[in-house]
């Protein structure tokens, strides 16, 4: 299989998941390379116009990385992964469809 597109991890997401047990980690990790090879709303979901989130269920948390695209170069496709959360509720909270489109704004440049 040809993967569809490139993560890049922003360092929040990078600290988010370095505060993962290792377990959701590995699984979050697996979830993502998954969802680059194959279209699956269970993984990969639309959120919005513009802001993704990957989806992971691990030991009944709800684990939740948003992401947006970055198609500026055309050689290669971006998904850039701006924060992650766990769930409490069954709705995506606003707020962080709102972050995610701060940090969008932010790393396009435009501000």
């Given at each position: 299989m040809i993967e569809k597109f490139k993560v890049v991890y922003l360092e929040?997401?990078?600290?988010?998941?370095?505060?993962?047990?290792?377990?959701?980690?590995?699984?979050?990790?697996?979830n993502i390379d998954k969802?680059?090879?194959?279209?699956?709303?269970?993984?990969?979901?639309?959120?919005?116009?513009?802001?993704?989130?990957?989806?992971?269920?691990?030991?009944?948390?709800?684990?939740?990385?948003?992401?947006?695209?970055?198609n500026r170069d055309k050689s290669q496709t971006l998904v850039i992964t701006t924060h992650g959360v766990i769930k409490k509720k069954s709705k995506v909270d606003r707020f962080e469809i709102e972050k995610t489109k701060r940090i969008r704004n932010q790393y396009l440049g435009k501000i």
């Open positions: 929040e997401v990078r600290d988010f998941l370095a505060g993962l047990s290792l377990g959701a980690r590995n699984k979050v990790i697996y969802a680059t090879l194959l279209n699956d709303p269970e993984l990969f979901k639309k959120l919005d116009d513009t802001i993704w989130e990957f989806r992971t269920n691990y030991q009944n948390q709800k684990i939740r990385l948003f992401a947006f695209w970055d």
